[in-house]
């Protein structure tokens, strides 16, 4: 069993920043295959943010590429979204992902709210 612990998020203005980290625990070692960030917006589907494959390939979502980064701590099973030039429409529940061979993992979601 892994276990996702998410730290970050908050009010930012527009044109601000924000970072968010995600720490995995429990069995959570080299098994990892995708580690990232999704995001789900009131009304709306969740969709992919970020996410990081266990040979270093990212991707990102058309809409924060440029804006977003996405790194890992391999050390720490953790990653860290750097979230700029946030503008109205990130405003979403932010939620931690964390794929091995067994399962698909989530954390509990962390609110970004971006309005002035």
């Known amino acids: 069993q892994v276990q996702l612990v998410e730290s970050g998020g908050g009010l930012v203005q527009p044109g601000g920043s924000l970072r968010l980290s995600c720490a995995a625990s429990?069995?959570?070692?080299?098994?990892?295959?995708?580690m990232g960030w999704y995001r789900q917006a009131p009304g709306k589907q969740r969709e992919l943010v970020a996410e990081?494959?266990?040979?270093?390939?990212?991707k990102y979502a058309s809409s924060v590429k440029g804006r977003f980064i996405l790194s890992r701590d391999n050390a720490k099973n953790a990653v860290s979204l750097q979230m700029n030039s946030l503008n109205p429409e990130d405003t979403a529940v932010y939620y931690c992902?964390?794929?091995?061979?067994?399962?698909?993992?989530w954390g509990q979601g962390t609110q970004v709210t971006v309005s002035s």
């Open positions: 992902k964390y794929v091995d061979s067994v399962n698909n993992y």
């Open positions: 429990g069995s959570a070692s080299s098994s990892m295959f995708v």
């Open positions: 990081i494959t266990r040979g270093d390939n990212i």
